[in-house]
């Protein structure tokens, strides 16, 4: 792997994390969002724009980091799989369980103090079987423990539990990339499209895992795109299909009924798939300029920490934003561009205090990211 691609998967890692951060910004009447997710309010700017990058722009992030686990996972099959399984058990499994139990204590500690009606008001105990539990101080010991293993309240933890399960899998994944390529590719690109889940995996992670253990098997070329790659074309398709997309989510139910759901579960993986060929192969220009900036070097290593802190931090701070300047007309515009950023520097700042203070615990956080 030459410089300048380790240099391209810093910069896309590092972006990605920051459009999560946006993603989960979206602050309209349902912030629950899937594929196929409507929009049950008028249509204004302030709405359209965060559907538009929400749901659309900003979600080729995942399946980009998956590919890159892939790629880089495949990268190293010189070592054996119970050195490797350990490493990854120490750098994704303990991190999960202790931000899984860390983000649980945070929001069960906040329920003492004035923010427990925020945290009703942000309904954090979704996921939860029993429809009458809103609070963390109500759970019994099983609802616990399915927060701290299976949905913890930083739910954007399912991401390290997935690319874990994806690390465990490996030698079946790949004996199924490299014997039978195309019936499992057209099995998995079958369970994406039509956002099916399996058991322990998410469809998007096993199509992009593996596509990162073919592309580094077979040394294809992710440098210089082929004539069926043109980064233009694409991403043409890409805006296209997220402004559509954006555009029936408001509208098309009236006309369409539940067949909207369909269709906007399509659009939403042509927005996926091609927003991932046109950002990779198209903004080559871009990592250059981020890769040579001083701010890139030095926030850079605290990646993983944005991702951590941000939820439910983000979720508190977005709801007091839009209480306090609840009477100005933009105020929920102004909230999803602000408190991301906000939120993104009091990230950064607090692991900076922390790998200052204490490297160990925060080499133990982060699965030594960072230092």
Known sequence: MNVFLSQKFKVYSFLSMIFLVFVHGYNLNNTYLEPFSMV???????????????NGLLRFRIPMLFIISGYLFALHDQKTYKERTLKRLKTLGLPYILWSVLSLLFVFLLEFTPAKTALAATNLAWGISQPNIIFVSQYAW????FRILSMPIA??????????????AYPPIKWCVQKYPMIWFVIIALLWLLSIQLPFFQSESLLFFSLGVIIQKRNFDIEIPKKYLNPKIWGFIFIFSALLKTYLAFEAFLYLGNVTRILLNFLHKITEFSGLISIWYGADSLVRWIWEKKWFQICSPFTFMIYVLHVPTLYFVVYASDQYFIDWQ???????????????????FIAFLLRKISPFIYGILTGGRGL
């Open 40 to 54: 049950n309010e008028q249509m204004t700017f302030t709405t359209f724009t965060e559907y538009l990058f929400s």
């Open 142 to 145: 099983d609802d616990y423990l």
């Open 155 to 168: 739910f954007q933890l399912w991401f390290i539990l997935t690319l874990l399960l994806c690390n465990i």
């Open 330 to 348: 933009y105020h929920r515009l102004f909230t999803y561009l602000c408190m991301p950023l906000l939120i993104i520097f009091s990230s950064i």
